[in-house]
């Protein structure tokens, strides 16, 4: 985000607004970019003596439990009486926030703040940067000139970047990704700290599921693409949630030969949520041509069916990209 955008969302003259209620949003299956960005504007904002509410409509991954603020986010949304003024982040569109998207609409002011290029330009103020690798990032930017970013502000916003950035190794990390997680060191964040708790450290009951999970493991006859399968009854045998899933994938692309890391997820209501993780080609067309959407490196789709006959329809789907020339 270049300066002049940032200038567009004055924090202290939109407060000046006397508003009864501040609310922040973000988006059900919260990741580390939803939260942090989420508890570092309460954080800031309760420093200028605001009463900040958040909301999320799905419970926030343990992983993120040492966050300062993390509980207290709710999962139901009534509005009080009195002006309201509501933050919306990292949300491309308010079906994103489950059914307080509708009632998030009926308040008196609603700001939207986003890196998401698709983004629906819902609110009454937009500040929507896809050049930005996360919300944080925004964040920061909003932050810096008018509040004492201390080390519980700059924690939450230092796992909003590095969550979005795959702790720095995505191809959307930028000098400004760099340079605003070396002001937020400096306030004195453990990088090694906050790696250990939203990336490498897992429950012995999560490592026990993923060795349940790599006996699926499968790969196409190329070796190019390779596939894991996991379902509800893996699940419960374990005592896991489906959010302990999260990074799985990661063990299917991170294969030498593999190109396009597939995962698929079986609940016991007859659905299958297929993740896709790409190095090289552009997986998002696969995932719409399936009904659902993402990235050109990230996407996913759900689908209903005999779960062989799922398997096999979106693996020749992958397959098709590299039959091309
Ligand atoms: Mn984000």
């Not at 508003?19 to 973000?26: A, G, K, P, R």
């Not at 937009?126 to 990032?137: F, R």
């Not at 995505?170 to 060191?185: D, G, K, S, V």
């Not at 896991?240 to 593999?258: C, H, M, P, Q, T």
Request: charge should be negative.
């Amino acid at each position: 985000m270049n300066a002049a955008n940032a200038n567009l969302l004055n924090l202290r003259s939109l407060l000046a607004g006397n508003y009864d209620n501040i609310y922040i949003f973000t988006h059900l299956r919260p990741d580390g970019d939803a939260i942090g960005s989420s508890l570092a504007l309460a954080n800031a904002l309760k420093t200028g003596c605001k009463t900040v509410e958040v909301f999320c409509p799905d419970v926030i991954p343990s992983r993120y439990s040492f966050l300062p603020g993390v509980d207290n986010f709710q999962v139901s949304f009534t509005a009080r009486e009195g002006k309201s003024l509501a933050f919306i982040l990292d949300c491309s569109d308010l079906r994103r926030l489950n059914n307080m998207g509708e009632k998030v609409l009926q308040l008196d002011r609603v700001v939207n703040i986003d890196h998401h290029i698709t983004n629906e330009k819902f609110g009454d103020v937009n500040l929507i940067d896809a050049s930005a690798a996360s919300t944080g990032e925004i964040i920061y930017q909003i932050l810096k000139d008018d509040y004492e970013l201390n080390y519980d502000i700059s924690l939450c916003l230092y796992v909003a970047i590095s969550s979005d950035t795959g702790s720095f190794k995505y191809e959307n990390t930028t000098p400004q990704t760099m340079e605003i997680a070396a002001r937020l060191l400096e306030k004195g964040i453990n990088p090694f700290y906050v790696s250990q708790k939203i990336f490498d450290e897992y429950p012995a009951s999560t490592i026990f599921l993923l060795r349940d999970a790599l006996g699926s493991l499968r790969f196409d006859e190329t070796g190019k693409i390779a596939w894991m399968v996991v379902d509800d009854a893996m699940l419960k045998k374990h005592g896991a949630e489906s959010s302990d899933l999260d990074g799985f994938i990661n063990y299917v692309k991170n294969i030498e030969s593999v190109e396009v890391g597939i995962f698929f997820y079986q609940t016991d209501k007859g659905e299958t949520k297929v993740g896709f993780r790409s190095k090289t080609v552009d997986i998002a067309s696969v995932a719409y041509s399936l009904g659902g959407g993402g990235h050109p490196r990230a996407a996913g789709c759900s689908l209903r069916g005999e779960p062989q006959e799922v398997i096999a329809k979106v693996v020749q789907s992958v397959a098709q990209l590299f039959c091309k020339g």
